[in-house]
């Protein structure tokens, strides 16, 4: 892959006479679409109530894996650790509504229970009657409602990172810390700030081609206000899905960075409490998103707790 980033970066003088903003573009289309066709992933997108719901999938003979993003990021987080998943598992990682190529509709509110439905009715249109299920972050969050409302339909659940029981974490993360001084760095509006946002996210960044941080950042900047509202709606409530997590009658893998600076990893204690049937991991050195900072050994973890299953 850093072969083909090469090549790219020899055209940079074309940029003189296409434009700054449209060269970045396509260089990061075209990036995209290379991690994507390493791990046979394919777009599509179905219809829900007025909703399109965008997804990236692997075929598979096998079970089937649902992956959820978090807040203010896209399916396209699971691109690196789709490769290291066995072929024979089908794959299915969603945008949720108001991310990725997701419409922004400024008229829904945008609570773990919109996030949960809107998931269910993606797989009812795509028949995903029966699978494992992975999030992080607000995506775990919103597995773990999915999973208390649809036991039936859930096979296993990971939990990356996962939100929903950040007013009960023992110890507070530094976002928490930031967000007490009126600052929420998840939401940023300027390229300084995205910047930030990426320390929060990772402890060891991974090697991220240019362009795609500086179009990553336009994106959130562009994307400020509908975030801050995303985010307002989604907190409108404290999270706090510890009386669901005692029901949840399957077999779960926790997976969490010890560095991660957005959910503190002191979380971890109330999930190996509250969970009937669970496997937690901490790993060292690593923050908020381990499928993208070390997606090989994160994908190794997941997928040896899959084998310990059948």
């Known amino acids: 892959m850093r072969k083909i980033w090469f090549i790219l970066a020899m055209l940079v003088p074309f940029w003189l006479v296409s434009g700054c903003t449209s060269f970045q573009q396509h260089m990061y289309d075209f990036g995209i679409t290379a991690e994507r066709g390493r791990a046979d992933l ?7 109530g007025g909703l399109t719901m965008s997804y ?17 990021a896209n399916k396209d987080n699971w691109m690196r650790f789709v490769r290291d998943i066995p072929a024979e598992y089908r ?20 609570s773990i229970d919109y996030f949960a439905d809107s998931l269910a009715g993606a797989a009812d249109a795509l028949g995903l009657s029966r699978f494992h ?13 999915y999973a208390a409302r649809n036991p039936q339909r859930v096979i296993t659940m990971c939990l990356l990172d996962n939100a929903g029981l950040t007013a009960l974490s023992p110890r507070p993360s530094d976002l928490q810390l930031a967000i007490m001084r009126g600052q929420n760095p998840l939401t940023p509006a300027s ?9 929060y996210a990772f402890y060891k960044k991974p ?29 409108a409530e404290p999270a706090d ?32 409490r509250l969970l009937p049937d669970s496997q937690t991991i901490i790993m060292k050195d690593c923050g908020h998103l381990p499928m993208l900072e070390r997606p090989k050994e994160t ?11 059948q």
Request: glycine share 10%; hydrophobic share 40%; proline share 4%.
């Open 241 to 272: 899905v510890s009386s669901l997590l005692s029901g949840i009658d399957l077999p779960v893998l926790v997976i969490w960075g010890d560095r991660d600076r957005i959910l503190h990893v002191s979380t971890t204690e109330i999930l190996t």
């Open 299 to 309: 994908a190794g973890y997941y997928v040896s707790f899959l084998k310990k299953q």
């Open 207 to 235: 090697f991220i081609p240019w362009p795609i941080t500086s179009v990553l950042a336009r994106q959130a900047i562009a994307s400020n206000a509908f975030n801050q509202k995303m985010w307002n709606d989604l907190n």
């Open 133 to 145: 299920i992975a999030g992080n972050s607000m995506g775990g969050y919103i597995s773990i409602v």
């Open 42 to 48: 394919k777009p599509g997108s179905v219809e829900i």
């Open 56 to 72: 990236l999938e692997r075929a598979g003979k096998g079970e089937t894996i649902v992956l959820i993003h978090g807040f203010g």
């Open 91 to 110: 794959v299915v990682a969603f945008d949720m509504p108001g991310h990725g190529d997701n419409s922004k509709l400024e008229d829904r509110t945008y």
């Open 191 to 199: 390229e300084e700030e995205y910047s930030t946002l990426l320390e």
